[in-house]
C-alpha cells in the first residue's frame, strides 16, 4: 500500500518548480486566498470599564496594611466592592443603561449572523434575469468530453471541473476571463463525483470505476488516496455531509456504508430494502435520505442509524435521484420517467405524503436535481435530451419559461450546481464543456 501511494504521488506531482508556480497563483492572487482559508481569530465582546473618577485617598491603603492575610491589592478591592454592592447594591446612576435599538440590533445579530440584509425584492416566479457567460472552461478542455462534476469553492469565487479524463482543474470565475489555476490528473480515473469540505480546505474525489477515492489538500497541493472498505466495491454513490463528518458510499446495491472522514474508517453499514440509485444528508447531516429503485425512500437517522421512515415516491416507477434543500424544509426526487416531486420535511413522517408539487416538463429520466442556497429555485435536468433543464421557482413552484433560450444549446447537460450565494448558477455537457450564467437578483458569489 506504502508503495502504490508513492508511485500515485509520482504520477500527479508535476516537476517542483511548476508545482510551486501553479500553487503560488492560486493561493497568493490578488487578496491572498489561502489567508481566507486560515480561521479568523474572534473578536473579544468585553468591554473595559474605566471609572468616573479616582480618589487619591484610595491609594494610601493597601492590602498589606488593612488585611494581612490579602495576597494582592486586586483582591483587597474586589472584596471591598463586593462588600459595597452586598450592603448598598448598585446606585442607578452608575448602572449602564442599553439603548433600546441596540439591544433590538443585537437581537437581530444573534439570530442570523453578522449580515443585516434587506430585500427591496423577492425573486420573480414568470421571469428569470440572467446573463450567459463565458464557459468556465473556455481554454482547451482537458477534463475530458463528460464533464460529471461542477463545485463551488465556499469561501473563493473558485470553481472545481472534473471528468472523463481524470484531469481535475480549479478555475477563478467571475471575470472577463475564467482563468485555470491549477490541474492534477488522476491517471486511470473517470470522476463521477468531487465535493468540497465546509472550510474549502480539501476536496474529496470519487470515480465509480476505482476502488479508492482522493482527499485533495487545497493548501498544500498534494493529494492522498485512500481505500474504501473492503466490503464495498466501487463508490457509484459519493456524498460528503454539509457538515464535512461522514462520508456515504454505495455500489447500488442495497447496502450503503458510513465512513467517517476523520479517521476514514467504516462506522456502520445501513441495509437498505432495495438496491438504491441516490442518496442524500439533509441540511444539519442528522439523516441520510436513501432513494431505492422501486422508488422507496429511506429516512435514517445518523444518531441511532435506525430507519425512521420508509415511503413510496408518489407516481414513481422507477427512481433516479434525490437532493436536499439547504433550509431543510424541502427535499425532491426525480424519476426514470421525467418526474420531479417536491415534498415537506415535516410531512414525511404521516401514512403516504403528498408532493407539495408535481412538475412534469421533463419528458426524460432525471440525471440531476439542485436546490439553491436560499431554497428560491430547483434546478432539474436530464443527459438523455438536448437542452433539457427546467427551472422551478419556490414557492410559487412555477417553472420558468424563458429558460433555456430556444437559441443556445447545451447538448446533454450532465450535471447542474450554484455558486454559495447562488450568484452563479452552471451546467456541465457530454461536449466538455462547463456553463456558467450569472443569476442578477443574487449580488454575492
Excluded at 477515492?213 to 463508490?235: N, T
Excluded at 419556490?394 to 450565494?421: A, G, L, R, T, W
Aim: positive net charge; hydrophobic residues 35%; aromatic residues 10%.
Amino acid at each position: 500500500m506504502k508503495r502504490s501511494s508513492r508511485n500515485f504521488k509520482h504520477e500527479i506531482n508535476p516537476v517542483k518548480d511548476e508545482e510551486s508556480r501553479l500553487s503560488q497563483i492560486l493561493f497568493t492572487k490578488k487578496q491572498k486566498l489561502i489567508d481566507k482559508l486560515k480561521p479568523n481569530q474572534e473578536l473579544s465582546d468585553n468591554i473595559d470599564l474605566k471609572p468616573v473618577w479616582t480618589d487619591d485617598d484610595d491609594g494610601k491603603y493597601t492590602a498589606a496594611n488593612v488585611i494581612p492575610q490579602a495576597v494582592s491589592n486586586v483582591q483587597y478591592t474586589e472584596k471591598l466592592k463586593q462588600k459595597y454592592r452586598t450592603i448598598v447594591g448598585t446606585p442607578s446612576w452608575a448602572e449602564i443603561k442599553k439603548n433600546t435599538d441596540c439591544e433590538d440590533d443585537d437581537k437581530l445579530m444573534k439570530t442570523v449572523g453578522h449580515i443585516v440584509k434587506k430585500k427591496t425584492k423577492e425573486l420573480k416566479k414568470d421571469f428569470l434575469e440572467y446573463k450567459i457567460l463565458p464557459k468556465i472552461n473556455n481554454d482547451i478542455s482537458k477534463e475530458g468530453p463528460l464533464i460529471k462534476c461542477i463545485e463551488f469553492h465556499p469561501k473563493m469565487s473558485v470553481s472545481l471541473i472534473a471528468g472523463q479524463s481524470g484531469v481535475v482543474s480549479l478555475y477563478s470565475i467571475g471575470g472577463d476571463k475564467n482563468e485555470r489555476l491549477h490541474s492534477f490528473n488522476l491517471k486511470k480515473w473517470q470522476i463521477t463525483a468531487a465535493h468540497f469540505t465546509p472550510d474549502g480546505k480539501s476536496a474529496f474525489i470519487a470515480s465509480k470505476s476505482n476502488h479508492s477515492y482522493c482527499i485533495y489538500d487545497l493548501v498544500k497541493a498534494e493529494a492522498k488516496l485512500v481505500q474504501l472498505p473492503q466490503i464495498s466495491k466501487r463508490p457509484h454513490i459519493f456524498q460528503l455531509s454539509p457538515n464535512g463528518k461522514y462520508l456515504a458510499t454505495s455500489d447500488c446495491f442495497d447496502e450503503v456504508y458510513l465512513i467517517d472522514t476523520a479517521s476514514q474508517e467504516l462506522i456502520r453499514v445501513l441495509k437498505n430494502s432495495t438496491n438504491i440509485k441516490s442518496a442524500a444528508f439533509n441540511s444539519n447531516s442528522s439523516e441520510l435520505y436513501c432513494f431505492g429503485d422501486q422508488g422507496i425512500v429511506t429516512v435514517w437517522s445518523l444518531c441511532t442509524f435506525k430507519s425512521l421512515k420508509k415511503f413510496y415516491d408518489n407516481g414513481c416507477v422507477t427512481a433516479s435521484c434525490i437532493t436536499t434543500s439547504a433550509c431543510g424544509r424541502l427535499i425532491a426526487t426525480g424519476s426514470g420517467e421525467g418526474i420531479v416531486n417536491i415534498y415537506k420535511t415535516s410531512d414525511l413522517m404521516t401514512n403516504e405524503p403528498i408532493p407539495l408539487k408535481t412538475v412534469s416538463n421533463i419528458t426524460t429520466k432525471i440525471t440531476s436535481l439542485k436546490f439553491n442556497s436560499t431554497t428560491e429555485i430547483l434546478a432539474a435536468c436530464s443527459a438523455y435530451y438536448p437542452n433539457a433543464v427546467k427551472l422551478i421557482h419556490i414557492p410559487s413552484y412555477h417553472v420558468y419559461q424563458n429558460f433555456p433560450k430556444q437559441s443556445f444549446n447545451y447538448n446533454h447537460i450532465q450535471v447542474v450546481n450554484f455558486s454559495p450565494n447562488s450568484g452563479y448558477m452552471a451546467f456541465s455537457n457530454n461536449r466538455g464543456s462547463a456553463f456558467l450564467h450569472r443569476l442578477k437578483y443574487y449580488k454575492n458569489y
